[in-house]
């Protein structure tokens, strides 16, 4: 095996749990960050689901890409396997992401099923704020994590407009 990247959109992207030869940020075409995934595990229950991040088809991502030495591969996969496909509501994919420079790499990422009965789709802001005001889950409140992806994609200077309507329903 050799060196390759993982792209992180949401809490991988300061919250990644594996080591990494270098952090970049990057661009991946053809889909976006949604709170589109029903949390049965971390964020909520399957009584009562929260909402979690998924890349969902359409549109681009900007996040960040961390480069995986090829020793640590097959650990760093199988670690991002065991955190992401618990219920299998995300497929595996390799992706071209762009980074800044305008260099691309492949990199793995972790993309939402459409078919999976965890797929909630895209719904009204006010109706994701009172999921995520609702969900609490293995890892805690759901409107926690969806503080914490904001202030965190704030430092790392990415606007998301979806993400901060959905700050500002939770607000009132």
């Known amino acids: 095996m050799r060196n390759f990247w993982v792209f992180g959109y949401g809490s991988l992207m300061w919250n990644p749990g594996f080591p990494s030869v270098s952090r970049r940020a990057a661009v991946l075409h053809g889909a976006h960050r949604a709170l589109c995934v029903h949390s049965w595990v971390h964020r909520g229950t399957q009584e009562q689901p929260g909402l979690v991040l998924g890349l969902d088809r359409g549109g ?12 640590d591969g097959d650990a760093v996969l199988g670690y991002l396997r065991e955190r992401e496909l618990v219920t299998n509501v995300y497929r595996e994919t390799w992706r071209l992401v762009r980074f800044d420079n305008g260099e691309k790499a492949e990199a793995v990422t972790y993309v939402v099923d459409r078919k999976h009965e965890q797929y909630a789709g895209r719904m009204a802001d006010d109706a994701v704020a009172s999921i995520v005001r609702r969900g609490m889950g293995r890892s805690g409140a759901n409107i926690d994590y969806v503080a914490s992806t904001l202030a965190h994609l704030r430092e790392e200077g990415i606007h998301d407009p979806h993400l901060e309507a959905i700050a500002r329903h939770l607000e009132d």
């Open 60 to 71: 681009s991502c900007r996040g960040v890409a961390f480069e995986i030495a090829a020793g």
